[in-house]
Every structure is written in C-alpha cells, then in structure tokens.
C-alpha cells in the first residue's frame, strides 16, 4: 500500500450504484466539514471494478463486500480501512402513480413479470441486480419470451430514471431499492418474495491509490457512521441481520 498522502480539494469515489444515494446526500456535509469535494462515479460493480483496475482516479471505493476482499488480495484496496455499510435488497418499482401490481409469491410475480410490457433493470451481466433479474425470469420460466421486454441499462439508477421517463404503458423495473429509493418518478412495490430474495451487502474502504489517505478515511467513516446509519437506513442501506 502507497504511503503517499497529497492534500486533495477533491476526493473521487468509485460507487457501486446501490450507495450512490449515500454518497450524494454526504457530499455537503463533508465538503463542508474537511473542505473537500465529493466527485462520485457510479455505475454497476463490474463496470466499477474494471474502472479502478483501469486507472480511474479513485480515492474511496464502495463495492460488495466480497469484491473489496479479493481487491484486498490484489491490493488495490487498503483492507484496514473496509466498513460496512449496510444490506440491500432487490425489489420492483413502477412509476409514480401507477397502481402496484402484486409479487409475494411465486405465481403472482410470475404473473406481473410476464404482463409487463417492458422490464427495466441494471446491466444483466456485470451488475448485482441484473444478472440477480435474469436467474428469477429463468427460475420462473419466463426468460425466452421475456428477453425481448428487458430495457438493461448500465446501472439500476440509470434504468429507473429511463423507466421513469417511458412512456409505454404496464412497465416494471427489478433492481436493488436504494435505487429504486432515490430515483424520482419511480416507486417501491416490495422486495422480491423469500423465495426469489437478494440482499447484498456493500462497504466502503480506501483506494491504495488514494491521494490523501487521511482524507479517503475520513469520509469512509463518514458514510459508516453510527450518526449517519439512519440515513442509510431511510435509502435502502440496512443494517444486515
């Protein structure tokens, strides 16, 4: 791990989608706390992932927790300073207004996905959410019909913001609900039933090639902090079980 430590007026973060609405509510606080900026790239964890090996400048990274481990192991991520930051779950949205269909069990979310007119959800192969989507269409028998309707976008956010704007009628989007939360225009309906249940867990931890480390630390403690949990809380983040 690099010892170097420069004063940085700008601190970049590599976001798995999930926390982008964390991030983004901290940003002002923290600006105006350690008197600097919060630049935050958010997108699904492959595509994350493949940016820092890349060489994106990255200073705090938020990834799955696995994922942090095995950057840990290239090190390519300071694994002293990995928090968590709370479990998410996948759930299914419709825009704002429009009636909720039902999904709690197998039949009735079989129903719903195989109604719908388009299926909007992250990158089916390099986000959790995404490749999560497609197992649950094959798991239910839907995946040959339903791959015409899927609307996959680079991160859930993305696809609820494209969702929200669509203007087909009897859409739905599957991601995880952080980004369900936060994008507006777009409702919660539920979390996936038990039997097709996804919850993720994501941290936060320094970049071995942060600028200013100490900085890097301090806003990873900001984004897990026990004064800040209720927030995550509000966006979806919960405390794992």
């Known amino acids: 791990m690099s010892g170097e430590s420069v004063a940085a007026d700008v601190i970049h973060v590599l976001s798995a989608g ?16 350690a008197g600097v900026a919060v630049a935050g790239t958010f997108n ?10 890349a060489g994106a400048p990255c200073d705090v990274l938020i990834l799955t927790e696995p994922m942090l481990a095995d950057l840990v192991r290239e090190q390519r991520v300071d694994g002293h300073t990995i928090a ?14 429009e009636p909720h269909p039902p999904i709690g069990d197998r039949a009735s979310l079989r129903a719903t996905f195989a109604a719908a007119a388009g299926l909007y959800c992250p990158d089916v192969e390099r986000s959790t959410a995404g490749v999560h989507f ?14 015409p309707r ?33 994008t507006p225009g777009v409702e919660l309906v539920d979390v996936l039933p038990p039997e097709f249940a996804l919850a993720t867990v994501y941290a936060a931890a320094v970049s071995a ?32 079980s």
Do not use: H
Not at 26 to 32: I, S, T
Not at 84 to 97: P, Y
């Open 44 to 53: 699904a964890v492959g595509a994350i992932r493949d940016a820092l090996v």
């Open 18 to 33: 999930a926390a982008k609405g964390l991030v983004e509510a901290l940003a002002p606080r923290f600006r105006a706390d």
């Open 84 to 97: 968590s930051l709370g479990s998410v779950d996948t759930g299914v949205a419709v825009r704002r207004g």
């Open 134 to 147: 497609v197992k649950v269409l094959r798991e239910l028998g839907l995946w040959p019909e339903a791959a």
């Open 150 to 182: 899927i609307r996959a976008y680079p991160s859930g956010g993305i696809a609820m913001n494209a969702m929200a704007q669509a203007t087909e009628p009897g859409v739905v989007g599957c991601t995880q609900v952080t980004e369900i939360l936060y």
């Open 209 to 240: 090639r942060a600028r200013d480390a100490a900085v890097a630390r301090r806003l990873v403690a900001l984004l897990a902090a026990d004064d800040t949990r209720a927030l995550r809380e509000a966006g979806g983040l919960r405390k794992p």
